[in-house]
């Protein structure tokens, strides 16, 4: 299951240069995975200082 980023995102960006795959985009201020790329390896998750990423 692909991981989301949800609401708290405060835009930082940290999890983007994580993720090991490049599924993680900026999109309007916030950030995206997308779930087709996503390897729900986590690393963006252990990275987000708000905790808005969520499997």
Sequence with gaps: MAFK??????????????CPVDA?????????????VCISCGSCA???PVEAIKE
């Design 46 to 48: 252990a990275q987000c």
């Design 5 to 18: 980023i949800g609401g708290e995102c405060i835009g930082c960006g940290s999890c983007a240069a994580q």
């Design 24 to 36: 993680i985009k900026e999109n309007g201020g916030v950030y995206v995975i997308d779930e087709n």
